[in-house]
């Protein structure tokens, strides 16, 4: 099964309404990223959290982590048409050295469809 | 500008044909990764490298190959593809803060479409 889930599976909103997605995953992590996707494209990165962090922001894009939940959140505020993609988690382990396995594990996404 | 590239973009072929899947990146990236994205499976990773002459298995490598000759270029090739190998390739790469490989902030390539009749 996969280390990352998203939920939901699928969301509809209007314009200017938050969307809230979810990731949760199994395994302890080191870091967890959020990527976008726009149709059949390649994906681009939005923001990474470290195991250390619960918070953090970019622009519209607010980030939480529970490792005690093992879950994570990603909220866009404000949307807009041109947020509408897929968006996925991806969870990432260090070794005792500390440093990465190189082994990156993504979610099945939610696919966020803002309507003008 | 900084790019991953991939080609081909689309290929379509016939069970047992081997063929590859280039992909080159400029960034000077120490990690370069593959992964297949098929429909209700998300992304999953086919065969990562730390860094030159060095590559893993991801979690599903079977039926395909690697190989990380040159820092830039991390090609995927399948010896004898079959049907279940359909599907959306992405190649990717990132940066080694200090010189330690790492899959933070992943630059994806714009993906090949296969397809194997």
């Known amino acids: 099964s996969q280390q990352g889930e998203e939920d939901p599976q699928a969301l509809s909103i209007q314009e200017g309404e938050n969307a809230t997605m979810n990731c949760s995953y199994k395994?302890?992590?080191?870091?967890l990223q959020w990527y976008r996707q726009n149709s059949g494209r390649g994906l681009v990165h939005l923001i990474l959290i470290r195991s250390n962090e619960r918070e953090k922001h970019s622009g519209r894009l607010r980030v939480t982590l529970d490792t005690s939940k093992k879950s994570s959140s990603l909220l866009i505020t404000a949307s807009r048409a041109a947020d509408t993609a897929s968006y996925f988690c991806a969870t990432d382990t260090f070794n005792a050295g500390g440093t990465s396995y190189g082994k990156l594990t993504f979610g099945q996404g939610t696919i966020l469809t803002v309507h003008p | 500008e900084a790019q991953v590239t991939q080609n081909p973009r689309y290929l379509i072929t016939v069970t047992g044909k081997k063929l590859t899947v280039t992909c080159s990146q400029n960034?000077?990236?120490?990690?370069m990764s593959w992964y297949r994205q098929d429909p209700g499976l998300g992304l999953r990773q086919i065969y990562y490298?730390?860094?030159?002459?060095?590559?893993d298995k991801g979690d599903v490598p079977e039926g395909y190959k690697v190989s990380r000759k040159e820092k830039r270029n991390f090609p995927l090739i399948l010896e004898s593809p079959s049907p279940n190998q359909t599907s959306l390739y992405f190649c990717?790469?990132?940066?080694?803060?200090?010189?330690?490989?790492?899959?933070?902030?992943?630059?994806f390539g714009p993906g090949t479409r296969l397809t194997v009749l």
């Open positions: 960034m000077n990236h120490e990690y």
């Open positions: 490298s730390m860094n030159v002459e060095v590559t």
């Open positions: 990717a790469s990132s940066f080694a803060p200090g010189g330690v490989p790492s899959t933070d902030t992943q630059y």
């Open positions: 395994t302890s992590i080191n870091n």
